[in-house]
């Protein structure tokens, strides 16, 4: 029987793709499709799977059809240093530089 980490940690990519899913299948205000997403990001190399959040939810948003800002206040600005974003590694997730480039070939704009 699995415990409820065990559970959480094998579930918790599926879960945000539903998640991801069910956003990506509603409509804005004007009969359009996609919806806009403001994610914003507090977490930095301290916290590198925080950190990352922003970044690969961006990419998810955007591929999904919506259109999806960045903003990076208090800790996460050091994000955008190269030697920082290249060393950070968050569980579970790929490395942030990944992320961020991801997000860059996405053209989703980054407020810092």
């Not at 599926?14 to 359009?32: D, M, V």
């Not at 930095?44 to 990419?59: D, I, K, L």
Request: proline share 6%.
């Amino acid at each position: 029987m699995t415990n409820r980490r065990e559970f959480l940690e094998e579930n918790i990519h599926a879960c945000a793709a539903a998640l991801t899913a069910g956003i990506a299948s509603q409509t804005n205000a004007n009969g359009a499709e996609g919806q806009r997403f403001l994610l914003v990001g507090l977490a930095g190399s301290e916290n590198p799977t925080r950190a990352n959040f922003p970044f690969v939810w961006a990419a998810a948003l955007k591929e999904a059809g919506n259109e999806v800002k960045v903003e990076l206040a208090g800790d996460a600005t050091v994000l955008m240093r190269t030697p920082v974003s290249n060393s950070v590694t968050p569980v579970g997730w790929p490395p942030l530089r990944e992320a961020l480039a991801k997000v860059i070939e996405l053209k989703i704009p980054i407020y810092v």
